[in-house]
């Protein structure tokens, strides 16, 4: 036995020190005062929270850049991010402080660095030479916005323009100003009477670095001589200027305006332009101007070798073209092609095999980012296919509404996922391999198999391989494909609780040993799905009805066989066969002619054919009771070693043997209590609920969202579960409770009420709840919720002397109730005996919504629910009876007889209050921990960590715990995210190995790691951006244009803008401010002490290389000076004798 050191205690719960001010600490209770009986490894330094990587589609898409060489895009956004990618597996997340708007980025082309130019007119020089960039240096500009930079190959001076129609030079090395500056009016000189505008474009002349080209809104262009400080050409346009692009010779460029016309221009006749396009606008025979088009927001001029220059650009398209989807128009000789685009398009590139603006461009892809995916291009094949895209930027593809993920997965399961997944490809890609191929990958020290899985609105689900901090997709089930398609609003009676995504996943119960799946979802239904890799047709679908209702009423019960409150064996009566019409209906029904059993979706009744991968073994809905829709499940569990499912929501519970295709039990959930029901509570007819008044409460569904009914904690568990898929971002949602019963009407949407009417009682932003309720006990108490279910092998009752199974159900008022599992023999038997299952009496109860529940054995090690491997289905069973009960039986893990002593296991209840820790079998509390007083959990998880466990807690203030099990030690309490919006809230989970996870926008997951040791080794897991690449040759000037200057002229700009002759620019105009960034290391995840070593070792090894070296040339010299000693010494012995007149 295992004495506990005290100060570690102590450690322990001040580990959390910052959270102080937030709430009280917890407080942990030891029952009897008796010290743990298990060996508990894991204490506080095992634990460290940072966040790991990043995956999905950068959110708000804002800006766009490619540096040629070293292969690298990145990519701004609204918010202030900065995302990275190389290689497929190379990506990086970085986060501008201020979080205002990337508008421009600029790579120093293979340099290992990046300018982004933000919206509060500050830019900053990233490095990104190390894993994690970081900021060099900031300038803010104080005087002038920022609206245009631009940066030439190979320099050092960066132009940057203002709204003013002022140029500024930037000296990238030094991050501070030149004082040589290009005023708007010293530009255009008398060429316009009013101000130009905001600058829109600079560029310098490819041929000619001394030549820069000036793009002002108005539609003046400015072609000025940096040199002799004054502009040599003024080109006017009467339309809006968007963008400009030169021709590789530097003899032309190419304007695109707010009309939608293309105008190109030669540098030496500014009166007008040689050619004027319309790329989509209708021609007019009589030689008339064309109809004005959309603004063309973009172009660029790519030439080639061997054919005709392309001419790319975006927008453009006649406004009579309505509907019409964005496009990007590829000019290329005389073809015109118009690609179009599911999104807006926010910018493009075109890639090139030169850096160099002054050679043949050969453009090969066009990199098209927008507004919600990343589009590639292949310019070199016919009709320009895109290339597929290797990064993880689908996850939105339907808004995400559920995740679960799962870490440590049997070996087996990626590749079975990944081969059925492949089969689904889209044909017709690029056959040309990625062309962004930049840095290198990290090495992975992580080894184990993870696996994220993600339910969408439109009712898919997605399989992820999340091994080794990286994303892919593995398949894609379409749980949609059961039911009925409505051909039109008319032809959908039935799903008008839900005004939109009737298919949205709301919950997923997978077990990945026997890889069972099974999902709830927004219309009150369950499909249950085996894995198979054959393809099997199967003629009906199979199909369950429930009618699972609340109210009771003795003298006309709405069901028919309702079982009895008392905890009796119920099964063997109550399974119901296919037919699931068998329930009559109420006679108010009827003569009210209101809907009554009638379920929210139609299963098709055609044969589906279910491709290799998931395949639907049932489907089983909840029904409309007398005018009223069903509720919509709130907790949902699965075990393939007993063929059952259940599924509970604020109704009751229904278990189902989804093997013999029969519901075991439907229970309302005060019928689970039987005669031990702690709440007083009065059985009420659903007519009387019907007709709300004075102090009767009106039942209303819950996916209407919040509901003057519900207990707090039901009301959360509600909210979270209507805040599906339409949350705006930041949305908070408002305090709780409704004053008057019939207060809040809500929509029958499914998203979170907006619309609360203003006798709400908002109290504050930060989710705290107060448990006090302006509505009668009975009232509170009369929507119990089911939230928590597990199935288990241990013990029921207290009098039990050895483990059976049993499902443990919890509710949302803190109730633990047991349900006991009497099972038949495998095989042939399980198929045609009925399973018997009966309410067995034993109840716990816990302060606040029970949440999560799993058990431990004597050890302290987890006992997992029983499993049955998985084998495939759809292949002719064996004939050697033998080998099949083998296959057969269940893996399940009870304690061996010599551990069967008073104490077996532990069972560990976590709620969205406190957790407990009960000795069973005989039902006292071990252990008891108050998580938090002042506000709620909203996650929580038993996890395996470095070969322990542990109990993982997100609450509803931002804080991260662990505590260690059984004794509920605090390990680890962290404020790291204040819950902002029920995203967040309804996609965090915790899994083994220290991993976590969570939707951080509505496109992107943002994965964290809560383990010291996977902190530790971040550093090499992640990829380097940089590789050391050889820059291009320049092109061949020729012999001629040598010899008579006709190539490219270059130009000192150190001359012309260093402070010796352009002196220094004025103070006020811009605020340098230096970086965090530059030493590798500083922003890892190791601790500031391991990075001080790390360094002072790095040091260390540059003075001893120093030092070596400088030891090698002093040996060197003492060897020179030996031999010109030697030398010096022949010398005089030769010449000695002889006089001066013989030399």
Same mark, same amino acid.
């Given at each position: 036995?295992?004495?506990?050191?005290?100060?570690?205690?102590?450690?322990?719960?001040?580990?959390?020190?910052?959270?102080?001010?937030?709430?009280?600490?917890?407080?942990?209770?030891?029952?009897?005062?008796?010290?743990?009986?298990?060996?508990?490894?894991?204490?506080?330094?095992?634990?460290?929270?940072?966040?790991?990587?990043?995956?999905?589609?950068?959110?708000?898409?804002?800006?766009?850049?490619?540096?040629?060489?070293?292969?690298?895009?990145?990519?701004?956004?609204?918010?202030?991010?900065?995302?990275?990618?190389?290689?497929?597996?190379?990506?990086?997340?970085?986060?501008?402080?201020?979080?205002?708007?990337?508008?421009?980025?600029?790579?120093?082309?293979?340099?290992?660095?990046?300018?982004?130019?933000?919206?509060?007119?500050?830019?900053?020089?990233?490095?990104?030479?190390?894993?994690?960039?970081?900021?060099l240096h900031s300038l803010k500009f104080c005087r002038e916005r920022v609206t245009f930079c631009h940066l030439p190959f190979q320099s050092k001076w960066l132009y940057v323009g203002t709204e003013r129609g002022n140029i500024h030079i930037?000296?990238?090395?030094?991050?501070?100003?030149?004082?040589?500056?290009?005023?708007?009016?010293?530009?255009?000189?008398?060429?316009?009477?009013?101000?130009?505008?905001?600058?829109?474009?600079?560029?310098?002349?490819?041929?000619?670095?001394?030549?820069?080209?000036?793009?002002?809104?108005?539609?003046?262009?400015?072609?000025?001589?940096?040199?002799?400080?004054?502009?040599?050409?003024?080109?006017?346009?009467?339309?809006?200027?968007?963008?400009?692009?030169?021709?590789?010779?530097?003899?032309?460029?190419?304007?695109?305006?707010?009309?939608?016309?293309?105008?190109?221009?030669?540098?030496?006749?500014?009166?007008?332009?040689?050619?004027?396009?319309?790329?989509?606008?209708?021609?007019?025979?009589?030689?008339?101007?064309?109809?004005?088009?959309?603004?063309?927001?973009?172009?660029?001029?790519?030439?080639?070798?061997?054919?005709?220059?392309?001419?790319?650009?975006?927008?453009?398209?006649?406004?009579?073209?309505?509907?019409?989807?964005?496009?990007?128009?590829?000019?290329?000789?005389?073809?015109?092609?118009?690609?179009?685009?599911?999104?807006?398009?926010?910018?493009?590139?075109?890639?090139?095999?030169?850096?160099?603006?002054?050679?043949?461009?050969?453009?090969?892809?066009?990199?098209?980012?927008?507004?919600?995916?990343?589009?590639?291009?292949?310019?070199?094949?016919?009709?320009?296919?895109?290339?597929e895209n290797p990064y993880p930027l689908s996850i939105h593809e339907s808004p995400v509404t559920c995740c679960e993920y799962f870490a440590d997965c049997p070996v087996d399961l990626i590749p079975a996922l990944y081969s059925v997944g492949?089969?689904?490809?889209?044909?017709?890609?690029?056959?040309?391999?990625?062309?962004?191929?930049?840095?290198?990958?990290?090495? *992975? !020290?992580? &080894?184990?198999?993870? +696996?994220?899985?993600?339910? %969408?609105?439109?009712? #898919?689900?997605?399989?992820? @391989?999340?091994?080794?901090?990286?994303?892919?997709?593995?398949?894609?089930?379409?749980?949609?494909?059961?039911?009925?398609?409505?051909?039109?609003?008319?032809?959908?009676?039935?799903?008008?609780?839900?005004?939109?995504?009737?298919?949205?996943?709301?919950?997923?119960?997978?077990?990945?040993?026997?890889?069972?799946?099974?999902?709830?979802?927004?219309?009150?239904?369950?499909?249950?799905?085996?894995?198979?890799?054959?393809?099997?047709?199967?003629?009906?679908?199979?199909?369950?009805?429930?009618?699972?209702?609340?109210?009771?009423?003795?003298?006309?019960?709405?069901?028919?066989?309702?079982?009895?409150?008392?905890?009796?064996?119920? *099964? !063997?009566? &109550?399974?119901?066969? +296919?037919?699931?019409?068998? %329930?009559?209906?109420? #006679?108010?029904?009827?003569? @009210?002619?209101?809907?009554?059993?009638?379920?929210?979706?139609?299963?098709?009744?055609?044969?589906?054919?279910?491709?290799?991968?998931?395949?639907?073994?049932?489907?089983?809905?909840?029904?409309?009771?007398?005018?009223?829709?069903?509720?919509?499940?709130?907790?949902?569990?699965?075990?393939?070693?007993?063929?059952?499912?259940?599924?509970?929501?604020?109704?009751?519970?229904?278990?189902?043997?989804?093997?013999?295709?029969?519901?075991?039990?439907?229970?309302?959930?005060?019928?689970?209590?039987?005669?031990?029901?702690?709440?007083?509570?009065?059985?009420?007819?659903?007519?009387?609920?019907?007709?709300?008044?004075?102090?009767?409460?009106?039942?209303?569904?819950?996916?209407?969202?919040?509901?003057?009914? %519900?207990?707090?904690?039901?009301?959360?568990?509600?909210?979270?579960?209507?805040?599906?898929?339409?949350?705006?971002?930041?949305?908070?949602?408002?305090?709780?409770?409704?004053?008057?019963?019939?207060?809040?009407?809500?929509?029958?949407?499914?998203?979170?009420?907006?619309?609360?009417?203003?006798?709400?009682?908002?109290?504050?932003?930060?989710?705290?709840?107060?448990?006090?309720?302006?509505?009668?006990?009975?009232?509170?108490?009369?929507?119990?919720?089911?939230?928590?279910?597990?199935?288990?092998?241990?013990?029921?009752?207290?009098?039990?002397?050895?483990?059976?199974?049993?499902?443990?159900?919890?509710?949302?008022?803190?109730?633990?109730?047991?349900?006991?599992?009497?099972?038949?023999?495998?095989?042939?038997?399980?198929?045609?005996?009925?399973?018997?299952?009966?309410?067995?009496?034993?109840?716990?109860?816990?302060?606040?919504?029970?949440?999560?529940?799993?058990?431990?054995?004597?050890?302290?090690?987890?006992?997992?629910?029983?499993?049955?491997?998985?084998?495939?289905?759809?292949?002719?069973?064996?004939?050697?009876?033998?080998?099949?009960?083998?296959?057969?039986?269940?893996?399940?893990?009870?304690?061996?007889?010599?551990?069967?002593?008073?104490?077996?296991?532990?069972?560990?209840?976590?709620?969205?209050?406190?957790?407990?820790?009960?000795?069973?079998?005989?039902?006292?509390?071990?252990?008891?921990?108050?998580?938090?007083?002042?506000?709620?959990?909203?996650?929580?998880?038993?996890?395996?960590?470095?070969?322990?466990?542990?109990?993982?807690?997100?609450?509803?203030?931002?804080?991260?715990?662990?505590?260690?099990?059984?004794?509920?030690?605090?390990?680890?309490?962290?404020?790291?995210?204040?819950?902002?919006?029920?995203?967040?809230?309804?996609?965090?989970?915790?899994?083994?190995?220290?991993?976590?996870?969570?939707?951080?926008?509505?496109?992107?997951?943002?994965?964290?790691?809560?383990?010291?040791?996977?902190?530790?080794?971040?550093?090499?897991?992640?990829?380097e951006l940089f590789t050391p690449v050889e820059t291009p040759e320049a092109p061949n000037r020729g012999f001629f244009k040598g010899l008579f200057g006709g190539g490219a002229q270059s130009l000192d700009r150190e001359e012309l803008f260093?402070?010796?002759?352009?002196?220094?620019?004025?103070?006020?105009?811009?605020?340098?401010?230096?970086?965090?960034?530059?030493?590798?290391?500083?922003?890892?995840?190791?601790?500031?002490?391991?990075?001080?070593?790390?360094?002072?070792?790095?040091?260390?090894?540059?003075?001893?290389?120093?030092?070596?070296?400088?030891?090698?040339?002093?040996?060197?010299?003492?060897?020179?000076?030996?031999?010109?000693?030697?030398?010096?010494?022949?010398?005089?012995?030769?010449?000695?004798?002889?006089?001066?007149?013989?030399?």
């Amino acid at each position: 036995m295992r004495k506990f050191n005290i100060r570690k205690v102590l450690d322990g719960l001040t580990a959390g020190s910052s959270s102080a001010s937030q709430q009280p600490p917890p407080q942990q209770h030891t029952p009897g005062g008796r010290e743990p009986e298990v060996q508990e490894t894991l204490q506080s330094e095992h634990f460290q929270l940072c966040k790991t990587v990043r995956h999905g589609f950068p959110y708000q898409p804002s800006a766009l850049a490619f540096d040629p060489v070293q292969k690298i895009l990145a990519v701004g956004t609204q918010t202030g991010a900065l995302r990275l990618f190389g290689r497929p597996g190379v990506e990086c997340y970085c986060q501008h402080d201020g979080g205002a708007a990337v508008i421009q980025l600029q790579f120093l082309i293979n340099e290992g660095a990046l300018v982004s130019a933000l919206a509060d007119d500050t830019l900053h020089l990233w490095n990104l030479r190390q894993k994690r960039p970081a900021i060099l240096h900031s300038l803010k500009f104080c005087r002038e916005r920022v609206t245009f930079c631009h940066l030439p190959f190979q320099s050092k001076w960066l132009y940057v323009g203002t709204e003013r129609g002022n140029i500024h030079i930037v000296n990238v090395e030094s991050f501070t100003l030149s004082g040589y500056v290009i005023m708007w009016n010293k530009a255009i000189e008398l060429s316009s009477k009013s101000h130009p505008g905001p600058v829109v474009h600079i560029s310098d002349n490819p041929m000619d670095e001394g030549k820069l080209l000036i793009g002002y809104e108005s539609g003046t262009v400015v072609l000025w001589d940096l040199k002799s400080k004054k502009g040599d050409y003024r080109y006017t346009y009467d339309e809006a200027i968007h963008s400009v692009a030169w021709h590789h010779e530097g003899k032309q460029f190419i304007c695109s305006h707010s009309d939608g016309t293309l105008t190109i221009w030669n540098v030496r006749s500014p009166a007008k332009p040689v050619q004027t396009i319309t790329p989509h606008g209708k021609q007019l025979k009589d030689g008339k101007k064309p109809e004005p088009c959309k603004p063309i927001l973009k172009v660029e001029f790519k030439t080639t070798r061997s054919g005709e220059p392309f001419i790319i650009l975006s927008g453009g398209l006649s406004y009579d073209t309505v509907g019409r989807r964005p496009c990007l128009t590829v000019m290329h000789g005389k073809s015109t092609a118009v690609l179009e685009m599911d999104y807006s398009i926010v910018d493009f590139l075109t890639l090139c095999e030169t850096p160099y603006p002054n050679d043949f461009q050969e453009p090969y892809a066009v990199v098209v980012l927008l507004e919600k995916d990343l589009v590639l291009i292949d310019l070199a094949q016919n009709g320009y296919p895109i290339f597929e895209n290797p990064y993880p930027l689908s996850i939105h593809e339907s808004p995400v509404t559920c995740c679960e993920y799962f870490a440590d997965c049997p070996v087996d399961l990626i590749p079975a996922l990944y081969s059925v997944g492949a089969r689904q490809k889209r044909q017709g890609y690029s056959k040309k391999e990625w062309p962004i191929n930049g840095g290198n990958w990290g090495l *992975g !020290a992580q &080894s184990y198999p993870e +696996i994220i899985i993600t339910g %969408h609105a439109d009712g #898919s689900i997605k399989f992820w @391989d999340a091994s080794a901090i990286t994303l892919q997709v593995l398949y894609k089930l379409k749980t949609a494909k059961v039911f009925e398609k409505s051909r039109n609003k008319d032809d959908k009676p039935n799903t008008d609780i839900v005004d939109e995504d009737p298919y949205a996943i709301q919950i997923i119960s997978w077990c990945p040993e026997s890889r069972m799946l099974c999902i709830a979802g927004v219309s009150a239904h369950v499909i249950i799905y085996r894995f198979s890799k054959q393809e099997v047709i199967i003629e009906v679908i199979p199909m369950l009805e429930v009618r699972l209702l609340y109210e009771i009423n003795d003298l006309d019960s709405p069901e028919g066989e309702q079982a009895p409150p008392l905890p009796t064996p119920v *099964g !063997a009566t &109550s399974p119901q066969p +296919i037919p699931p019409q068998s %329930h009559p209906s109420t #006679s108010s029904s009827s003569s @009210d002619g209101l809907r009554d059993n009638v379920p929210c979706l139609k299963v098709k009744n055609s044969p589906l054919k279910q491709s290799p991968g998931y395949q639907a073994e049932l489907v089983i809905q909840l029904v409309w009771v007398g005018g009223e829709p069903p509720q919509q499940i709130t907790s949902l569990a699965v075990n393939s070693s007993y063929g059952l499912v259940v599924f509970g929501n604020c109704n009751g519970i229904a278990i189902v043997d989804y093997l013999q295709k029969a519901v075991l039990l439907n229970l309302g959930t005060i019928e689970l209590y039987g005669s031990n029901d702690p709440y007083r509570r009065e059985p009420r007819s659903p007519r009387k609920s019907r007709q709300p008044s004075g102090g009767v409460l009106m039942v209303t569904p819950c996916m209407c969202g919040l509901s003057s009914l %519900h207990s707090d904690s039901v009301k959360k568990l509600h909210s979270f579960l209507s805040g599906l898929c339409d949350i705006s971002e930041g949305t908070v949602v408002p305090e709780d409770r409704c004053k008057s019963p019939t207060s809040a009407k809500m929509s029958r949407k499914l998203s979170l009420p907006t619309d609360l009417k203003p006798d709400l009682d908002v109290k504050d932003n930060s989710f705290s709840r107060s448990r006090s309720s302006s509505v009668t006990s009975i009232d509170k108490e009369s929507r119990e919720a089911i939230s928590a279910l597990h199935f288990c092998e241990t013990f029921t009752r207290k009098a039990d002397s050895s483990p059976s199974p049993c499902l443990w159900v919890g509710t949302t008022l803190g109730t633990v109730l047991v349900i006991a599992l009497n099972l038949p023999p495998g095989g042939e038997q399980r198929l045609l005996q009925p399973v018997i299952v009966s309410p067995s009496g034993t109840i716990l109860r816990l302060k606040g919504a029970i949440l999560r529940m799993a058990f431990l054995d004597t050890t302290g090690c987890l006992v997992p629910p029983a499993y049955e491997s998985w084998r495939e289905h759809n292949v002719p069973e064996e004939k050697d009876e033998k080998e099949k009960l083998k296959k057969k039986r269940p893996v399940s893990v009870s304690p061996s007889p010599s551990q069967e002593i008073s104490e077996n296991q532990y069972a560990v209840i976590c709620s969205e209050k406190q957790a407990k820790v009960i000795s069973l079998p005989t039902q006292n509390c071990a252990y008891k921990q108050n998580i938090t007083e002042t506000s709620f959990v909203l996650r929580g998880d038993i996890v395996a960590l470095s070969n322990s466990i542990c109990l993982a807690c997100f609450c509803a203030n931002g804080h991260i715990m662990t505590f260690s099990l059984p004794s509920l030690r605090p390990l680890l309490d962290v404020y790291y995210l204040p819950l902002t919006n029920m995203r967040i809230a309804r996609t965090f989970c915790f899994t083994n190995n220290g991993q976590a996870l969570y939707l951080v926008s509505p496109t992107e997951i943002q994965r964290l790691t809560y383990s010291q040791e996977t902190c530790e080794n971040l550093q090499e897991m992640l990829g380097e951006l940089f590789t050391p690449v050889e820059t291009p040759e320049a092109p061949n000037r020729g012999f001629f244009k040598g010899l008579f200057g006709g190539g490219a002229q270059s130009l000192d700009r150190e001359e012309l803008f260093g402070e010796s002759s352009s002196g220094k620019a004025s103070r006020s105009l811009a605020q340098h401010i230096p970086g965090p960034g530059g030493i590798e290391g500083v922003k890892g995840a190791a601790s500031g002490v391991v990075g001080e070593l790390a360094r002072a070792r790095l040091a260390l090894d540059e003075r001893g290389q120093k030092l070596g070296d400088l030891e090698e040339r002093t040996t060197a010299m003492l060897s020179s000076a030996d031999s010109f000693s030697k030398h010096a010494h022949e010398m005089m012995l030769k010449y000695k004798d002889k006089k001066w007149y013989q030399f």
